[in-house]
């Protein structure tokens, strides 16, 4: 019926400057350890001399203990000076879900959870303002309400990050999150890498209408096509590498009220896939931009 | 089979004041010349108090003839305040093109025409360059080109109106004709009014993208699709009515010359539907938007 | 900064053999009692003779009381030798739920209902299993297991016919409902006339896989596109009249579950999309077939 | 800007039983001549037990001529006991059109192949009719007319395999040919292998509308949406491996022939991205279907 079930397996990502034998040797450190490659995923980007590598194999008959197996391949990182990830794909890493007062990202994430197709756990959820505690709740995540101003948001990003920790907290997602993370929250949390871990939704197709209130400019624009984007955040807002965008059309009959509800639907589907690809480990960043090995 | 054929019609697109009992008041005035309608389509816009009407119906056993319909119409115009245009299903208005150096947007308008997909003759071709000449004269027009820098702008585009008068020319079609049209030239050629007449292609999704390069723009953003925008031009640059957008996804194997070979099938998608909403009057305009009849 | 808000409206659809003068007729019986038509869409299939229209005008100001439209609407429709439908934009008919097993569906429009981008409520859910009792039960809605079989068919639809009374609804929604209705069942709820009220969405896009196990049976033919289709049910078995499709690409690296994992998101939006449609009236059934006005 | 060129490149395409290894033994086998890899994909069918890869490198600087490649490859592929192909990317394979009355297929893959974005030649155009002799060369294709009939069919084929002998054709594609080829002709030019080379394009999204008149069907039943398939002619009847579909929206107002002018464009973008991909050997097959690595 098929292609089968691999069981269980690990994922090595690997960016390093580029130069020739790079996907010999990856592919042989796998199978100098028995393994069964499953998925093997690359990328050079001659421009910059970057080569982005996803390596998937099964777990069962590998010659490495499933804990040595990230101390093995930094050792190989280092030789091939570059940057790593050793994950598994039974992993469910804890991810915490920031949100203001609209509940559409968020149930439409724990829900995807819940069903298994976003292999993580979502142990917090923090807001800005108290109405979605009980949504949150529901699906046992523990909620906190976070309240943020010009006055006191160097406080709270710090109780942001003191509840990061507690929770163990791999990933934050923004889901409809109405305020902008500074850079010294994202140099704590997120510091420079090759692997972020902070995902958010804009409802535009970015570049076009960045910042504030998109759908009423795209209104007032007359486009034919509303969209949103989910990318990594960094320090320029909206600026951040893109993980996915998805369009949908509209006509003269929407108003901006049905831009918004329309976009809720392309919002959605956007970040639920940039979220599965990030924990997929499916996504990798370079020069501002993500290769997406799906 | 299907839904029939209704023979040659008539078409009216009204825009005038909103008020209670225009739909009565223009369908009334068809079928109190027993006119049968085929199609009619209303828009009222209450923010700004504007209804647009585009009504088309059977001229066979229509009481007025032909070229009455125009001036009996111009009447009912003046009674509602408004805006008219009068045309008929088996017109076939003379278009002129105007092109650079691709030949991508011109073979694909000429093509269409020649099939009858899109109603209108194309006896003049006006380019900045001569290479596409031959291509012109193959499908039967006149070609022109017209070489046009920051020194001969003015000249240049008084030869342009000259062509266009000549060959009595109701609409152009910048089918990537890589030149700025001057405020001067759209005063002469399209003084404002509800009905435009000139139509242009770029190549984003805009408002992203707006100017030059823009292929090379998305891919140094990383987006995850790109796009094209057929527009009437006014004088603000890429700022006029959207008629059509479409976008194709890219991913981090594109080039930039991927892009530009994905957005020509994208661009040549957006403008022929453009160009035929326009020629089947299916478009209008009001406040700086389209409403699309189709 | 958007077109305003028209207030309640209410909605006129006449389905009747077409002849000239219909939109006059429809519309002036408008105007007649100082109505301000909103929105106003027609079609005539000439191939069947048939004219389709629906008008949408604001109740305020308007000459008949609400409850005497009607009935008034009711002696246009016999001179017109018509069928016919009034209804209020403000209305929220009671809607009935259809599921088994799978709650995405399911949890998909209760939520879209709570938000207000459904304009119904939902007072029953109607399962063969027990297990999405707690859902709806959270949603306000009563819900009632009613095991299906072969030998009790007969019994379990008088059941069904008998809560759908009870709860006075007006449209039946199979939401992933995995249990086909019989004639009776349609003979007793939706006798046949213009107006259907029985919703279905098939996870493939029709005609394509119908019948059981479409996702299956996609993954062996090696499609590259998936899709749903919500239609109207009628007795031919994933026969009746479409109301949206949507699709969704898919590749060799999807395996049947990821097929599935990806439909439920396109039966999602198809089955939102129809439901909307059916619930502004905006959708009309002829010749087997539907008219859309979005 | 870029990721850069990497000047040309030889692809190796295999096909073998899976086991652990093949992609340190694949790469190895590049890296061992000096070779720098630019794309390696691959895919396991746990399912049957199949491997499928795809390898680009770059010539310059490989340690074998270019000659030799094919030959050491072979020894490769005996000792994996798989189907291989060896092709480079300066390639420029001889491809036959097949066509009957309409002009759209033949002329857009002319254009792509003229523009560069399709690396082919097309030295051959064969057709039953004789309409299209004009356009063939136009573009420099020696155009055969073979009228055929049920009569005639073994004499027709007969004559089609002489001139695709004669041109060294590699690839025929149907480009809205409208007769069917047997299963005679088939095991003469493309004997049951790993490497297809007759590509068609169907009017519909198959599975659905099989066979005749599609769009007329299509039509009938009322869908939303029309589509194209391409895919690789096998003895059954549109049942081949689909290597490329495309959708579009149709709705109420769409007659039989809106629907085939729709048609058009997608099955011209189905069409020449299922080319494409071919001649970029991004596609290969297993069990009926295909893996595209794009």
């Known amino acids: 019926m098929s292609a089968g079930n691999p069981g269980v397996t690990a994922i090595l990502q690997m960016i390093c400057p580029d130069r020739p ?3 010999r040797e990856l592919s042989g450190w796998v199978a100098a350890n028995g393994g069964n490659i499953v998925h093997a995923d690359h990328h050079s980007d001659q421009g910059a001399g970057l080569f982005l590598s996803r390596i998937e194999w099964q777990l069962a008959g590998f010659g490495l203990p499933r804990e040595a197996i990230g101390p093995t391949a930094q050792a190989l990182a280092e030789r091939l000076d570059g940057q790593f990830q050793v994950t598994f794909s039974d992993d469910r890493p804890p991810v915490a879900l920031f949100v203001s007062k609209q509940d559409h990202g968020l149930l439409d994430l724990l829900w ?10 979502v142990p917090l959820v923090i807001s800005n303002h108290p109405n979605l505690g009980p949504v949150a709740e529901e699906f046992g995540a523990h909620f906190e309400c976070v309240p943020i101003d010009a006055s006191n948001r160097e406080a709270a990003e710090a109780r942001h990050l ?10 934050v997602v923004l889901a409809k999150y109405m305020q902008v993370l500074t850079p010294s929250f994202l140099a704590a949390f997120d510091p420079p890498d090759a692997f972020h871990r902070v995902i958010n939704i804009h409802h535009s197709f970015l570049p076009a209408f960045q910042g504030a209130q998109p759908y009423h400019r795209a209104w007032e624009r007359g486009v034919k096509l509303i969209g949103a ?3 990594y955040v960094t320090e320029e807002l909206d600026g951040g590498p ?14 901006v009220g049905d831009l918004i509800r329309k976009g809720r639907d392309t919002e959605r589907l956007a970040l639920a896939r940039a979220v599965r690809l990030h924990l997929k ?3 990798m960043v370079y020069r501002g931009r993500t290769a997406v090995f799906d």
Chains 1, 2, 3, 4 share one sequence.
């Open 112 to 121: 995807r959870t819940r069903t298994g197709e976003l292999p993580m756990r």
């Open 229 to 231: 984007t989910a990318h």
């Open 162 to 171: 003191e509840l990061l920790a507690d929770h163990g907290i791999e990933l």
């Open 21 to 23: 034998g790079l996907v």
């Open 242 to 255: 893109i993980i996915a965008q998805s369009t949908v059309p509209v006509g003269h009959r929407d108003e």
């Open 281 to 283: 480990r499916q996504v």
